[in-house]
Antibody
Framework: QVQLVQSGSELKKPGASVKVSCKAS????????MNWVRQAPGQGLEWMGW????????TYAQGFTGRFVFSLDTSVSTAHLQISGLKAEDTAVYYC??????????WGQGTLVTVSS | QTVVTQEPSFSVSPGGTVTLTCGLS?????????PSWYQQTPGQAPRTLMY???TRSSGVPDRFSGSILGHKAALTITGAQADDESDYYC??????????FGGGTKLTVL
């Protein structure tokens, strides 16, 4: 069965960096795109962008350029989200979500990133 | 700036029927936007309910249905149950691999 398993919660200081991982299993990783979605505390879902798992080309939504980087390690079927120069407003749960073609179907369990001094 | 609109909150009685909608700040929602719906309870990841307008995800009971009503996508829950009390999000496909989420609807069953 398809599973997306994300790395555990992170507590970081402002200005630091964090890397969230999302390990896929149950399907051929390079067949479907991987998306990232943010959910700030008490807020709704916000689409951050996606990465083509075949070519490695990322596409970032408005507001997620510069400090946010999507990457892949296809050898272990894993997508990564790295955020640099962390700010308090980056505190959120980050989800990876598979896109099988106009359908966001499987979600990771989410990774809570807390930014606090 | 295009915005996806949802009712902030809705209330339904147990056993009742409720229709949540998903619109666009400019223009109409059609099947070309492949509207999808997600259910989220506190502390949990979203669960996929519906995709491509009206296709139920595996394991989703048939009292959930999706459609286009007028110029909006719609999620109808027939025979609402207590455990349907959740946040519901729609998302629209904007082309070229990009998506736009609505702000979500908090559904209360009482």
């Amino acid at each position: 069965q398809v599973q997306l398993v994300q790395s555990g919660s992170e507590l970081k200081k402002p200005g630091a960096s964090v890397k969230v991982s999302c390990k896929a299993s149950g399907y051929t990783f390079t067949t479907y795109a991987m998306n990232w979605v943010r959910q700030a505390p008490g807020q709704g879902l916000e689409w951050m962008g996606w990465i083509n798992t075949n070519t490695g080309k990322p596409t970032y939504a408005q507001g997620f350029t510069g400090r946010f980087v999507f990457s892949l390690d296809t050898s272990v079927s894993t997508a990564h989200l790295q955020i640099s120069g962390l700010k308090a407003e980056d505190t959120a749960v980050y989800y990876c979500v598979r896109d099988r073609g106009q359908t966001l179907d499987y979600w990771g369990q989410g990774t809570l990133v807390t930014v606090s001094s | 700036q295009t915005v996806v609109t949802q009712e902030p909150s809705f209330s339904v009685s147990p056993g009742g029927t409720v229709t949540l909608t998903c619109g666009l700040s400019s223009g109409s929602v059609s099947t070309n936007y492949y509207p999808s719906w997600y259910q989220q309870t506190p502390g949990q990841a979203p669960r996929t309910l519906m995709y491509s307008t009206n296709t139920r995800s595996s394991g989703v009971p048939d009292r959930f249905s999706g459609s286009i009503l007028g110029h909006k996508a719609a999620l109808t829950i027939t025979g609402a149950q207590a455990d349907d009390e959740s946040d519901y999000y729609c998302v629209l496909y904007m082309g070229s691999g990009t998506w736009l989420f609505g702000g979500g609807t908090k559904l209360t069953v009482l």
